[in-house]
């Protein structure tokens, strides 16, 4: 006889797309979306990064402009010329916190770190406690929670590289013993329009377990032969 059980698919591989600074969320891919690698995949903003950037920007300019008004004056001021070597410093550590301001406000674009489809992260639920305006929940890829709050380390996004899919199935107990490695397997996809795909067993395990690393993205019915 033939068992039968709810299976959940999920790729066999997939790359992370953390954030690693807080913002709000912008703009972002849709599910499915077939990404090369470098694209942005998100983009948050944060008002203080964005305030610092200009205050570095504005900084580096006014320096420049110091240095610049002494180097015309050096052969008609000597105190000009003395305060040289000290702008010349000034500028230069100045523009060094510029790049530094301008590499922290590129992380809030998330790019994608390898060609390959986009696909959702495990689903959230928001909490009570933190159900405001900025909560997000589902996943931060679902259109709902375009201007949300993400915090750092959250895991925003998935990008399937390879395309290839792992179908994992709870068994009864007492159907397991009427299953093995090599075996075929047939999944019928719910929300394939019942599309059929065929497998093989590649592994039991006799104790179920979850793992955020490999999220659900489509259920469907396994019918082992």
Do not use: Y
């Not at 972002?28 to 690698?37: A, H, I, K, S």
């Not at 003395?82 to 998330?110: D, G, N, V, W």
């Not at 007492?174 to 929300?191: C, K, M, N, T």
């Amino acid at each position: 006889d033939s068992v039968v059980c709810q299976a959940t698919v999920v790729p066999q591989q997939a790359e992370r797309v953390v954030t690693t600074l807080d913002g709000r969320l912008d703009h972002v891919l849709p599910v499915g979306t077939r990404v090369e690698q470098g694209d942005v995949i998100a983009r948050l903003s944060n008002q203080r990064i964005a305030h610092e950037l200009l205050a570095a920007e504005g900084a580096v300019r006014a320096a420049r402009t110091r240095l610049d008004g002494l180097l015309a004056l050096r052969r008609l001021d000597t105190e000009a010329n003395s305060k040289i070597p000290a702008a010349q410093t000034e500028l230069a550590e100045l523009t060094q916190q510029l790049e530094r301001h301008r590499q922290e406000a590129a992380r809030l674009e998330l790019r994608a770190p390898v060609a390959g489809v986009l696909v959702p992260p495990p689903r959230s639920v928001a909490k009570p406690e933190e159900t405001t305006l900025a909560a997000w929940s589902g996943t931060p890829l679902d259109a709902k929670n375009l201007g949300a709050w993400i915090a750092p380390g959250t895991l925003l996004a998935l990008v399937d590289a390879t395309e290839a899919r792992e179908v994992m199935v709870a068994i009864d107990e007492r159907d397991i013993e009427l299953v093995a490695p090599g075996q075929e397997v047939r999944v019928q996809l719910d929300q394939h329009g019942g599309r059929v795909i065929e497998a093989t067993v590649a592994e039991i395990a006799r104790r179920g377990a979850a793992t955020e690393a490999s999220p659900p993205q489509t259920m469907g019915l396994a019918q082992f032969l």
